[in-house]
Every structure is written in C-alpha cells, then in structure tokens.
C-alpha cells in the first residue's frame, strides 16, 4: 500500500510527462505491479497495487463489497440538505450519482471536512458531485479501503500489506487464503 502524495499520476509512464506514482518505488527491487483502481491527479491516500490481475479485478468489482473512505474538504460548511443530496444521488449529466454515506467531520469558519463512503467508484465521482452542486474540492483523501485504513503511512511511502490484511480485502471465500503473491497496497484512487 503506497500514500500516494497529491501531485502524481496514477500511471506506469504519462505521455504529457508528468510524475507518477511509481516514482514513490525508486530503488526498491519489486516484481512488476500495477494499481488496484486510481486516484486522480490532484487526490492522496491510500492506493493499493499488486502483481495480481484477479485479486485486483475482484477488489474493484462493486460487489465485491469492499467500501472506500474518503475525507474531503470543502469551500464550505455543509447543511443536512448537502450532505442528504450525495446520498440520495445527484443528476451528474446521463448519470446519478450517489455515495453509501456522507457526514460532517469538523468544520471551521469557511471550511469543513466531510467524511464520504463510496461502494463503488466512478471516475472522479466525489469530485463531480460536489461541483454539481457548487462545492469546491479543497483536499481529497482515500483513507480506508474496506478494513484497511492509511493509519500513519507517511506521503510518498509504501509497505507491504500484511497476509491477513490480504485475506481481508480478499471477497472470495476461496480466495481468502493468501496465495503466495507478491502484493502491495498503496494509497488507493479517488472515487
């Protein structure tokens, strides 16, 4: 699992020539791997990466069940009709886009930081619904995939994920074992 520091690009190589999140990887000797899902440009937190197609594919299947947290701040503090309007869904152009659940975690005098769940991520999902509805995006974090959370991971640096860490992000009753694979989480992608 790496915290993915804002700024990089959740790529193996861009074509405009921006950092990427394998720059956090310089040096060490790992297998090939590639992220479990993403996070934008301008997102942080946790993103998860593995040499393992299936286990990846069977992470980011919504049903898999495995939730994503998010704490994201905004431009303002939220009322109870904002924070019902992401959970009811928000009409996004074709789309409706809603979130498992929303909630205020602190606020300040023109700022506040929301708690947003997802359980199942859209391409740059949160954002979207915020600025549907005139919110601006201050700060963007993943700070929990299912029962693994960021905890104090410094930015930029990455660990190994634990076998039971493993098993339990793992949906498969029959894949729950671990299975020998070299499997890395890092920050995980904005929903």
Request: a neutral charge; hydrophobic letters at 40%.
């Amino acid at each position: 699992m790496l915290n993915k520091p804002r700024g990089l690009v959740t790529t193996v190589k861009d074509e405009q020539g921006r950092d990427t999140v394998y720059s956090c990887f310089a040096g060490a000797d790992l297998p090939w791997l590639a992220p479990v899902g993403r996070l934008d440009k301008a997102s942080e937190g946790l993103l998860l990466f593995t040499n393992d197609p299936a286990w990846a594919a069977d992470i980011t299947d919504p049903k898999s069940g495995q939730s994503k947290t998010y704490h994201v701040q905004i431009d303002r503090l939220p009322d109870a009709a904002l924070l019902a309007s992401l959970e009811n869904g928000v009409a996004v152009g074709d789309e409706c886009l809603t979130v498992k659940s929303a909630r205020c975690l602190r606020s300040g005098d023109k700022n506040s930081w929301l708690e947003i769940i997802l359980d199942e991520g859209r391409n740059r999902q949160i954002r979207r619904m915020l600025a549907a509805l005139d919110v601006t995006v201050l700060r963007l974090v993943r700070v929990a995939v299912g029962g693994l959370n960021l905890g104090d991971l410094p930015k930029g640096q990455w660990r190994m994920l634990t076998g039971p860490e493993i098993d339990s992000l793992t949906p498969r009753p029959e894949a729950a074992v671990h299975r020998g694979h070299t499997t890395t989480a890092h920050p995980a992608r904005d929903g």
